[in-house]
């Protein structure tokens, strides 16, 4: 129903910042919330930060709050996650998907619709 295209990941020192972009397009019209989530090596997904495209409103983990920006540009359906301050343990492949933000920030094993992945690793 939904298909995704992402980009931005990559390699950046310890305080770097880098800049994750969201196409979404699909779904028949129906308008829904967007975010990430993240899932480092043997561990378990993580929501990381939503946009509820409806009414612009934001909402963020802690492990993020303060560093990284979640915003969108509804003309392009596209959502952007501006990562600053990063550190080693952001290290992930980080997921865009489509999902009320509960589900994507507390729930984010039950996302199903979501993009390819790309890789941020944070290392010096």
């Known amino acids: 129903q939904w298909q995704f295209v992402e980009s931005g990941g990559g390699l950046v020192q310890p305080g770097g910042s880098l800049r994750l972009s969201c196409s979404v397009s699909?779904?028949?019209?129906?308008?829904?919330?967007i975010g990430w989530f993240r899932q480092a090596p043997g561990k378990e997904r993580e929501g990381v930060a939503c946009?509820?495209?409806?009414?612009?409103?934001?909402k963020y983990a802690d492990s993020v709050k303060g560093r990284f920006t979640i915003s969108g540009d509804d003309a392009k359906n596209t959502t952007f996650l501006q990562m600053n301050a990063l550190k080693p343990e952001d290290t992930a492949v980080y997921y865009c998907?489509?999902?009320?933000?509960?589900?994507?920030?507390?729930?984010?094993?039950?996302?199903?619709?979501r993009g390819q992945g790309t890789q941020v690793t944070v290392s010096s």
């Open positions: 998907a489509v999902e009320e933000c509960w589900i994507i920030l507390s729930r984010p094993h039950l996302v199903s619709s």
């Open positions: 699909g779904g028949n019209g129906d308008v829904w919330p």
């Open positions: 946009i509820i495209t409806s009414d612009g409103s934001t």
